[in-house]
T-cell receptor, first 113, second 111 residues
């Protein structure tokens, strides 16, 4: 079984709709992240959480919100989707050690019409 | 302000030859550097890392070099294989803070 899972894997929605992307991890990590990937722009951080009670904005948080329901679950919401939020979204987890690396989920491909 | 830069969006090499992917950074406080590899339809996966106290780290066909004075690191793949074709992301971090990623370089290894 995958250590980091994302649901759904693909989603088509319409402008103005509210949608939620979910992430679960079985690695026991404290830290979780949401990124989006756009062609030519690499991975950009949306939100991150270093523990259940800690939520921080990343570089492109406008239009997004998150919820850390438990150590293992971190959800990303688009309150009112717009077409320029069409992208590939990745969840990642890590521990807090110096040599920690991030482990990524398989991604959610979102299309906003 | 882009702190981690991968100035080559793409690179094409022949199978068996060396692939060199480059990464420049601006923040002298970065003390840990990583390379991630991403195949289409998959999430990025960790490839290799290097601490700022070292100038080289090797793992099989993959070697990362760090030149702190030039604020430059590079990933060497020798010999390159068609299965190495992917997007490679450079990332850097200060202490235990969050990673900062470059925009990626798409490597194509031709048979």
């Amino acid at each position: 079984d995958a250590d980091v899972t994302q649901t759904p894997r693909n989603r088509i929605t319409k402008t103005g709709k509210r949608i939620m992307l979910e992430c679960s991890q079985t690695k026991g990590h404290d830290r979780m992240y949401w990124y989006r990937q756009d062609p030519g722009l690499g991975l950009r951080l949306i939100y991150y959480s270093f523990d259940v009670k800690d939520i921080n904005k990343g570089e492109i948080s406008d239009g997004y919100s998150v919820s850390r329901q438990a150590q293992a679950k971190f959800s990303l919401s688009l309150e009112s989707a717009i077409p320029n939020q069409t992208a590939l979204y990745f969840c990642a987890t890590s521990d807090s050690s110096f040599r920690e690396t991030q482990y990524f989920g398989p991604g959610t491909r979102l299309l906003v019409l | 302000d882009q702190q981690v830069k991968q100035n080559s969006p793409s690179l094409s090499v022949q199978e068996g030859r060396i692939s060199i992917l480059n990464c420049d950074y601006t923040n002298s406080m970065f003390d840990y550097f990583l390379w991630y590899k991403k195949y289409p339809a998959e999430g990025p996966t960790f490839l290799i890392s290097i601490s700022s106290i070292k100038d080289k780290n090797e793992d099989g066909r993959f070697t990362v070099f760090l030149n702190k004075s030039a604020k430059h690191l590079s990933l060497h793949i020798v010999p390159s294989q068609p299965g190495d074709s992917a997007v490679y992301f450079c990332a850097a971090r200060v202490g235990s803070e969050k990673l900062v990623f470059g925009k990626g370089t798409k490597l194509t290894v031709n048979p």
